[in-house]
């Protein structure tokens, strides 16, 4: 089932000159894992924000085509109506945090309360999210008193808690030590499994190569190419979109090294071990 | 030359919780990566140098000077520390007036401190944006403005916690190459940073934090080569360094250059 379908999506943000988004179209499976890469102001926030509805609603401009998520169609849709199938983490986690709860329990239960959760329900996911993210230390600590990687946890704990049908995450780890990183990844992974689809803008190109299944390559607002990571990554020309691939391509194209049988290098550790072995 | 002397140092933000547990270091002059854990005490230690919080027990000298006896302001000149959040730092409604407000400060006259100002604007690749309100600016770009607003006071000692947090692949180099020009300057330049590949191949000390104490201490290489060490501190090491041991290789590989040399046979010796 597609769970997200942009038809001819254009986007100019107010006062601005060019399309921060220009003529993309695409579409995505549920349960997918989704990884959109590209140079800084390629366009993947504004992406995020118009799969979630901010662009146009909250941030206006010039607006057309057509965007579909979890069967709602984003313009005709108030981003409250929106907000109950798709969710979003902000790149900058601090900006996240609500300001009106003084408990990290509290914080997280913020958007089950606006959305009238039975009582009962509201407390089995606030529980089951802070587990995921692995705060239930933190939950009666003030929400300003946690360190950047626990902020960003607790933003993507009160999103998760909304169980939306699509996660929107925007670099969800760039705060955090190296074995966060990865529990969040493989969290997220594991939402996906389940069925949630997932789109998440990384610069960590080894974790969008380990977790995603198709990766979005984009540049100046357009849509270069839409593949598996080893498709991608394998591009001779990724450089000149400001893009570089995980190290584990780098040094076997550097060595000549693809995979037995397939036009691409490889992407992944186990992947580079297996050409690279015996040698 | 000793420029930073921290002995004994503790802190808590709440009593009988200790968030550092008595660090007892000297900083010369090698480029140093402050690594650990999310809540291993980094950025509270770094925040105690530049003297934003008063140690619970312990001293801190700055080129010699005891912290305790000075204000966060007469330390300014000496000590400049970029926030983890770019939000917290900026507050002027242009990239200039932000860049020029830490040289002004201490005292810099307006034209020397407009000078200063543009040249670390053009350090970070932001000079054509001096008239633009940084809040229009992306978050990897505030992060630059922020880093170019301490390089501008010219302090000996600059501290950057989480530099390359949002940076794509030329926000990393430009932040790899100012860090290079600070070091050719002669600065002690510290980070606080989870990017493992970035430390491997730009810093010349690596200290490990684990639960508000010193776990570790020396060179990237020998730092990164103590996996058991690492795991235990909850750290990774560089992709390099792990694709280097997946093939059963005993060297600690640091760079991709070193490695793909080391796969071509030129350094045979290292396998």
């Not at chain 1, 997918?32 to 924000?49: D, F, H, P, W, Y």
């Not at chain 1, 704990?157 to 529990?183: F, H, M």
């Not at chain 1, 995603?212 to 593949?227: H, P, S, T, W, Y």
Request: with cysteine; hydrophobic share 40%; proline share 5%.
């Amino acid at each position: 089932m597609k769970k997200i379908i942009v038809e001819h999506l254009k986007y100019r943000y107010p006062q601005a000159e060019n399309l921060a988004l220009d003529d993309l179209s695409f579409e995505v499976d549920e349960g997918e894992m989704v990884g959109i890469i590209g140079r800084n102001g390629a366009g993947k926030s504004t992406l995020c924000q118009a799969l979630v509805g901010l662009v146009p609603h909250f941030y206006r401009g010039a607006y057309g085509g057509k965007v579909t998520v979890a069967g709602l169609e984003v313009m005709r849709s108030s981003v409250s109506r929106l907000s109950t199938k798709v969710g979003i983490v902000f790149q900058n986690p601090f900006t996240q945090v609500t300001g009106s709860k003084w408990t990290v329990y509290e914080e997280v239960a913020f958007g089950l309360e606006n959305m009238g959760v039975p009582r009962k329900e509201m407390i089995e996911r606030v529980d089951y999210a802070l587990h995921l993210l692995g705060l239930e230390d933190c939950k009666d600590r003030n929400p300003f008193d946690l360190s950047g990687g626990q902020t960003q946890r607790l933003a993507i704990a009160g999103v998760i808690a909304l169980k939306p049908e699509i996660i929107v995450l925007d670099e969800p780890t760039s705060q955090l030590d190296p074995r966060g990183t990865e529990e969040v990844f493989r969290a997220i992974h594991r939402l996906s499994e389940e069925g949630m689809t997932v789109v998440l803008v990384e610069h960590k190109m080894e974790k969008i190569a380990r977790y995603c299944n198709r990766v979005m390559l984009l540049d100046e607002g357009k849509l270069i190419q839409f593949a598996s990571p080893a498709s991608v990554f394998s591009r001779e020309d990724l450089t000149r979109y400001g893009v570089a691939p995980p190290v584990y391509t780098r040094v076997c194209r550097e060595l000549d090294a693809k995979r037995e049988g397939s036009p691409h290098f490889p992407v992944t550790l186990e992947e580079a071990r297996e050409v690279l072995k015996g040698r | 030359m000793t420029r930073i002397s921290v002995k004994d140092l503790a802190f808590s933000y709440r009593p009988g919780e200790e968030v550092l547990k008595g660090i007892t270091l000297d900083f010369d002059g090698r480029s140093t990566a402050i690594i650990g854990q999310n809540g291993s005490g980094k950025t509270t230690f770094v925040k105690l140098l530049k003297g934003l919080l008063k140690p619970t027990r312990g001293e801190i000298h700055i080129l010699g000077r005891p912290v305790s006896e000075m204000t966060a302001a007469a330390l300014a000149p000496y000590i400049g520390l970029v926030f983890q959040n770019p939000n917290d730092q900026i507050f002027k409604s242009t990239v200039l007036d932000e860049v020029m407000f830490g040289p002004l400060n201490i005292g810099v006259d307006p034209k020397r401190a407009k000078e200063k100002a543009l040249h670390a604007l053009q350090m970070v690749g932001l000079a054509e944006r001096a008239a633009e309100n940084p809040q229009d600016l992306s978050l990897s770009e505030k992060k630059l403005v922020c880093i170019a607003s301490i390089v501008a006071m010219e302090p000996e000692i600059l501290i950057l916690d989480e530099p390359t947090i949002a940076q794509d692949h030329a926000g990393t180099a430009t932040v790899r190459r100012v860090i290079g020009r600070l070091k050719e300057q002669g600065k002690l330049v510290m980070t606080i940073i989870h990017d493992m590949d970035f430390v491997a191949e730009n810093f010349e000390r690596v200290i490990i934090l684990h639960r508000g104490t010193v776990l570790a201490d020396g060179d990237p290489r020998e730092i990164f080569s103590r996996r058991e060490l690492l795991e235990r501190a909850g750290l990774g090491v560089p992709h390099i360094t792990r694709l280097g041991w997946s093939l059963g290789r005993t060297k600690t590989y640091l760079t991709e250059a070193e490695f793909i040399r080391s796969m071509r046979g030129e350094g045979a010796a290292d396998r």
